[in-house]
């Protein structure tokens, strides 16, 4: 059964700090996707992200990265230069193979504050 | 121009009452997807609709049941609600399996006193 854990369950930082969310995922597929969401104080879920299990190069978004380790099952999220809207709570998800059965887990999430 | 609404988004129900949130998308996606959100738990998946009238379980469906008679619409009944059942509700949909991402609707907050 597939399996994500975001150890970090609350993360705080001053304003201008990098920020690293760690997501470590478990799945016996060889083919898999994942995922990160962004879920701001106003409570709708934002897709940030999303990761083939073949492409381990790195992605680079503005002030945003993600880093796709397999060897680690490692999939984590940095945030550059930290600002207060980026305060929210974040998810990593993991979804394996196609088909109708597919669907999303996600970890339990990081809620990330910014302190100005 | 959100394809996807959850209605209602609040909602006080009493213990033992059945209550049914629904989820109304525009977008003619196949798959559509309940999800509930907890403290402490992340988002954990209800039920789950590949079609219409084609239906399945998530890994805590346990009091729930769905329906999905249109492809825009997938309704989620609580039978008999009770207190553990207050959470916030989220439904999702997705054009072709989960290997895409999801689009997330707005959210239900439903508190069952």
């Known amino acids: 059964a597939q399996k994500v854990t975001q150890a970090q369950?609350?993360?705080?930082?001053?304003?201008?700090?990098?920020?690293?969310?760690?997501?470590?995922?478990e799945t016996r597929d060889t083919t898999y996707y994942l995922f990160w969401y962004k879920q701001p104080p106003s409570g709708e879920l934002v897709f940030l992200i999303r990761r083939n299990s073949f492409d381990e190069q790195n992605e680079i978004s503005?002030?945003?990265?993600?880093?796709?380790?397999?060897?680690?099952?490692?999939?984590?999220?940095?945030?550059?230069?930290?600002?207060?809207?980026?305060?929210?709570?974040?998810?990593?998800?993991?979804?394996?193979?196609?088909?109708?059965?597919?669907?999303?887990?996600?970890?339990k999430g990081i809620t990330l504050s910014v302190r100005p | 121009d959100a394809g996807i609404t959850q209605s209602p988004r609040h909602k006080v129900t009493e213990t033992g009452t059945p209550v049914t949130l629904r989820c109304h998308q525009t977008e003619n996606h196949r798959y559509m997807y309940w999800y509930r959100q907890d403290p402490g738990h992340g988002l954990r998946l209800i039920h789950y609709s590949y079609g219409v009238?084609?239906?399945?379980?998530?890994?805590?469906?346990?009091?729930?049941?769905?329906?999905?008679?249109?492809?825009?619409?997938?309704?989620?009944?609580l039978e008999s609600a009770t207190s553990s059942q207050t959470s916030v509700y989220f439904c999702a949909i997705s054009e072709s399996t989960s290997l895409y991402g999801y689009t997330f609707g707005s959210g239900t907050r439903l508190t069952v006193v």
Do not use: H, M, P
Not at chain 1, 69 to 79: E, G, L, R
Not at chain 2, 59 to 70: C, F, L, N
């Open chain 1, 9 to 25: 369950t609350e993360i705080s930082v001053v304003e201008k700090e990098d920020v690293t969310l760690d997501c470590v995922y």
């Open chain 1, 62 to 107: 503005g002030r945003y990265s993600w880093n796709f380790q397999k060897s680690t099952s490692s999939f984590n999220f940095t945030i550059t230069a930290s600002q207060v809207v980026d305060s929210a709570v974040y998810f990593c998800a993991l979804s394996e193979a196609a088909g109708a059965n597919s669907k999303l887990t996600f970890g």
């Open chain 2, 53 to 77: 009238k084609d239906t399945d379980k998530g890994e805590v469906s346990d009091g729930y049941s769905v329906s999905r008679s249109k492809t825009e619409d997938f309704l989620l009944t």
